[in-house]
């Protein structure tokens, strides 16, 4: 879903800048420059594939008399590279869950300053201290969103269940995601164990019920993939992120999606202040100013996801505030799994799910 956003966002965002600098004269922009360039400071932050909203990049920019340089990067793993060599020196960075635990722990994020951020009050209490920073100190949740599964009621019956994924009778017709962390953490939810489990035992007994499933299996496809072959109607049960499934559901009324009941699989994206930043206060007003409930709302309404922040869910469109795939209730959270990273165990779990892809 990012990666149309991408798109869509992008050219809206290049067409503003487009006509903002054709309405100006060459006079007025050099006096512009001369009266506020030095006094603005520039705020780096970096997100991925134009994930927000850009008026409320706008919004802030004027607020704070600043210029937010605003970069985009298509996966955690390219930031944080970055961030590792030296290359570039984020103030703000949105990164996902299990990015955020593992730079706690390699030491490489700010501590949150509380004072500068009080919109960290009005996170809800269900998305405070989880596994990716359970202490709470170094990020504040900017999106939620989940993976369960989506079938096809004009095709398939009723499901309700991770198990349903292996069932004999639905040989030929289930859709995998083609993922190593999320589709091993699906198969330990369905044998009961922890998806955030390092044991070796563990992951190896996910990969051999894998393989028990390759049987079965229709194919295994791309987030995006998911949501097409539902629309087109290739596919009639299929593992696949919630945003997806309502995408697919604007084209193909029969899709329905299910939270199973083992537990599906939250995801967060968070706001966090790398240790080099080199302008930390200014970043955690920035985070502060996206966390107010009115910006929280706008950017959910564009990027299709549930708000985290007490008081959005009011302010955000019909459609998405009252849905259930953006919001899901307490118990349904209360039952699900976040992931974190697996440290070592990453490469066990890497080794594992290329043998499942060998068989």
Do not use: H
Request: glycine residues 4%.
């Amino acid at each position: 879903m990012k990666k149309i956003l991408k798109k869509m966002m992008a050219l809206c965002l290049l067409s503003t800048l487009i006509f903002t600098a054709c309405s100006k004269t060459p006079e007025k922009k050099e006096e512009k420059k001369s009266e506020n360039t030095a006094e603005k400071k520039v705020l780096n932050v970096t997100n991925t594939d134009l994930f927000i909203d850009p008026e409320t990049i706008k919004e802030f920019e004027k607020e704070f008399n600043c210029k937010v340089n605003y970069t985009f990067f298509e996966e955690n793993e390219e930031y944080y590279t970055k961030l590792k060599s030296g290359a570039e020196k984020y103030d703000v960075i949105v990164a996902s869950d299990y990015m955020v635990d593992t730079m706690i722990r390699e030491n490489m994020l700010e501590k949150l300053d509380k004072n500068l951020i009080p919109n960290m009050e009005k996170i809800k209490p269900e998305y405070r201290n989880l596994v990716y920073d359970p202490t709470g100190e170094y990020s504040v949740p900017y999106t939620i969103g989940n993976i369960g599964i989506a079938y096809d009621s004009s095709k398939q019956e009723k499901v309700e269940s991770w198990t349903d994924l292996w069932n004999e009778k639905n040989k030929g017709n289930v859709v995998m995601l083609d993922g190593s962390r999320f589709t091993m953490a699906i198969a330990m939810i369905k044998l009961g164990l922890d998806p955030n489990s390092t044991n070796k035992e563990d992951i190896l007994k996910a990969r051999d019920a894998l393989i028990e499933q390759k049987s079965i299996i229709k194919s295994y496809v791309g987030d995006d993939q998911a949501k097409d072959m539902l629309i087109s109607k290739e596919s009639q049960l299929t593992c696949i992120w919630g945003g997806e499934a309502l995408l697919a559901k604007d084209e193909n009324k029969n899709v329905e999606f299910v939270y199973p009941k083992e537990g599906a699989i939250f995801i967060f994206d968070t706001w966090v202040i790398p240790k080099v930043s080199e302008n930390k206060e200014l970043a955690s007003k920035f985070i502060d100013f996206m966390s107010r409930p009115e910006n929280s709302a706008k950017n959910c309404n564009v990027v299709k996801y549930g708000s985290p922040i007490e008081g959005a869910r009011e302010l955000m469109s019909e459609d998405l505030k009252n849905n259930d795939i953006v919001f899901p209730t307490k118990e349904i959270f209360k039952k699900g799994y976040v992931m974190k990273d697996l440290g070592d165990a990453n490469e066990i779990l890497q080794d594992a799910w290329t043998e499942m892809k060998a068989k």
